[in-house]
């Protein structure tokens, strides 16, 4: 509890408001232990998220505004209408939200894990987003079959690496080419907690095409799992045309320095992309 609270102290879009950040966090604990079951919290531009206890992603937007700030300003300013967004790693859809009913882009959704599948499809119906978002219950590979994933641990479900035993579902993948086809996105977000190397082995054609602006991507070690570094994703990126950024959501401007929540904002063309 102490960490969250930290955070929430800490987080930029609460910097004029710390108190009611505060009041929100002792009134979520509160109402979900009085209220079991899913409880809708508004989040940005009139669209709201179904929230449940333990789902952090989604209560930490309730919390904060923008749980990931950097990262979902930047989704919010690079996207216009009716262009292609594709989450992949959707989770509960705080991004595909974000994208399809903020922006009112379409949007790709992409989760795995039947469970947190369920849940995206309830916060995009929630959000009267059925005719622009394409929910696929399917992962993300560098080949078409099927691998075990975690089902228990809500943000950070992944595929299981060998030794690893936790309780898992077995759920079928494709390639990233395959499920795009020649819809290619504006903008991605790629969060599969560690597997992103694969994923981007099996996007070889995507990557390549100059419609894909800038791809939101985890680099936060947790490919180590899998004996796969930062500095392979990065190295991936690069040889498809893509510099490594920041971003500052306050100035509009991609900046040098990595945000420290452990994403990158990959950019095919710097000056095509601030210019928006």
Not at 50 to 63: E, P, S
Not at 151 to 174: C, I, K, Q, R
């Amino acid at each position: 509890m102490w960490n969250l609270l930290k955070y929430v102290w800490n987080h930029p879009l609460n910097a004029d408001g710390r108190l009611a950040a505060l009041w929100r966090v002792l009134g979520w604990q509160i109402a979900a232990r009085l209220m079991p079951g899913l409880i809708a919290l508004p989040y940005v531009q009139g669209t709201w998220l179904f929230a449940t206890r333990g789902m952090t992603g989604a209560t930490g937007n309730w919390y904060c505004g923008l749980h990931e700030v950097h990262e979902m300003a930047f989704v919010l300013h690079l996207l216009r209408p009716g262009e292609h967004f594709m989450d992949v790693g959707a989770n509960v859809g705080s991004y595909t939200v974000l994208a399809g009913g903020g922006v009112k882009a379409r949007v790709t959704a992409v989760e795995p894990i039947p469970a947190t599948f369920a849940h995206l499809q309830r916060n995009v119906a929630l959000n009267d987003m059925a005719d622009r978002v394409r929910c696929c219950q399917v992962g993300l590979s560098d080949k078409p079959g099927a691998l075990r994933f975690s089902a228990d641990l809500d943000t950070v479900n992944h595929v299981l690496a060998d030794g690893e035993d936790l309780p898992g579902v077995d759920v079928p993948v494709t390639r990233l080419d395959d499920l795009v086809g020649q819809d290619v996105p504006v903008l991605m977000k790629i969060d599969v907690e560690g597997h992103e190397l694969a994923v981007l082995h099996g996007g070889a054609a995507t990557l390549a095409d100059p419609r894909l602006l800038a791809v939101i991507m985890e680099t936060n070690g947790s490919g180590v799992r899998y004996g796969v570094s930062d500095d392979q994703l990065i190295a991936v990126m690069r040889g498809h045309g893509f510099a490594p950024f920041g971003y500052d959501p306050f100035g509009r401007q991609l900046v040098d320095v990595m945000d420290a929540s452990g994403n990158t904002v990959f950019v095919r063309d710097k000056a095509a992309v601030e210019a928006r």
